[in-house]
């Protein structure tokens, strides 16, 4: 693409987020749409502001699957609101898996075939992020908004917290890693 031939790009097609159903049937407002897809063998994957994770036809714009999370069901997230950064891909032999941490403090591992959470990881395909923080957390103050790293066969998630504690038993901001394999 350049200067020359920049006018002739035309549209090739348009996605519509499955968070836009839920807004409708739920009347829940995401903060912002800042996800960035990562795009495998002409797949897009990408998840929401609301907590769904979506495979994409890049071709076509067409969903292949959409997995939701749930994690919008225990009300506004710490810090900025609803809103995600993006998922994870591994692959090992035939396994490919996305990873998807949640604004409810959990982490995914879905089948990036099917859509289906892995059973093998952790507690029927997620774990529960608020465990191993070294002290009790409130799940509606920790979360992950942001893509997950992928070293090997460990997964690597950050954390958010407010930014202004309101007690100190605020939340750590840790950073931790996990198994792919089991979680």
């Given at each position: 693409?350049?200067?020359?031939?920049?006018?002739?790009?035309?549209?090739?097609?348009?996605?519509?987020?499955p968070d836009n159903g839920i807004v409708r049937a739920e009347n829940t407002m995401p903060f912002a749409y800042k996800s960035t897809p990562i795009m495998i063998d002409d797949i897009l994957y990408v998840s929401t502001s609301l907590g769904q994770v979506a495979a994409i036809d890049a071709l076509t714009g067409q969903n292949i699957w959409v997995?939701?999370?749930g994690s919008r069901k225990i009300g506004r997230p710490a810090n900025l609101g609803f809103n995600h950064r993006g998922v994870a891909y591994w692959k090992g032999g035939k396994q490919a898996r996305i990873l998807m941490p949640t604004n409810d403090a959990y982490l995914w591992s879905i089948d990036a075939y099917t859509g289906e959470p892995d059973p093998a990881f952790g507690d029927r395909g997620r774990i529960d992020l608020t465990l191993g923080l070294g002290r009790e957390v409130d799940r509606r103050q920790y979360s992950v908004i942001s893509a997950p790293m992928v070293i090997n066969d460990v997964v690597i998630v950050g954390s958010s917290i407010n930014d202004v504690p309101r007690n100190k038993e605020a939340p750590p901001g840790h950073v931790r890693g996990f198994s792919i394999v089991d979680g």
């Open positions: 693409i350049n200067a020359d031939n920049v006018r002739n790009l035309r549209i090739k097609w348009r996605w519509e987020s997995f939701d999370t």
